[in-house]
């Protein structure tokens, strides 16, 4: 795969005008996650790590960005969103329920945990979970369609999207505190912001984004 923004690295605007200091300690926070549960078992953890393989396949060649240790986080510090649909439980106990009874339907079916049947069958489960066709008693009640888009999908891509290298993959410069945004009509940039690459340009983008910081 073609990269959009060749030679585009969001962390080298660590010293720069771009990050203040606040900046630079969440992001380093972020790169310093623990890549073991803290919050959920062993088992969970495995079903957690699966299917975030399955929501945001990730591009070989580079370091994966920890999405399911993002989410464990989340899990660990009891971070909520500030709102929570009234058709789901509270933060811990929806993901715990959810995976549960991923595992679940996949026992049922397939007589091995989520994490072990193959990526097809995964990816089955989970377009019927997105469908609101599983209904195994784990569930205890929890409607599967609800937990797939305000949980499962939300905090995984959330996370993905909230993680440097994928910064530097869409070409995003990240919190630009204190310097900001000026250009903001589109198809405009900020000279600070990576360049991405046309066809038949790329050597020349990858030049300009190693000097962006």
């Not at 399955?54 to 993002?70: L, S, W």
């Not at 990526?119 to 979970?129: F, G, P, S, T, V």
């Not at 909230?162 to 990240?174: K, L, N």
Request: charged share 35%; glycine share 8%.
């Amino acid at each position: 795969m073609t990269e959009r923004f060749p030679g585009y690295d969001v962390l080298a605007k660590r010293r720069t005008p771009s990050w203040n200091e606040q900046t630079r300690r969440v992001i380093d926070r972020r790169l310093a996650l623990p890549r073991e549960p803290r919050f959920l078992s062993e088992g969970e953890w495995r079903t957690l790590e699966a299917v975030c393989g399955r929501i945001v396949p990730q591009p070989h060649g580079r370091e994966p960005v920890p999405i399911a240790a993002m989410v464990d986080d989340k899990l660990f510090e009891n971070r909520g969103d500030g709102y929570r649909d009234y058709r789901l439980p509270p933060l811990r106990d929806a993901w715990r329920r959810g995976l549960a009874a991923l595992d679940a339907e996949a026992r049922r079916r397939h007589g091995v945990g989520f994490d072990a049947i193959d990526k097809d069958e995964q990816d089955a489960l989970l377009r019927a979970a997105q469908d609101g066709r599983l209904v195994d008693a784990a569930w205890e009640g929890m409607d599967c369609a609800v937990f797939f888009a305000k949980r499962l999908l939300a905090d995984i891509v959330t996370a993905y999207y909230g993680h440097p290298t994928a910064w530097s993959e869409i070409g995003f410069g990240g919190p630009a505190s204190p310097r900001g945004y000026v250009r903001m009509n589109f198809d405009r940039r900020d000279p600070w912001e990576a360049t991405e690459a046309k066809p038949g340009q790329e050597v020349e983008a990858a030049k300009r984004n190693a000097r962006v910081g």
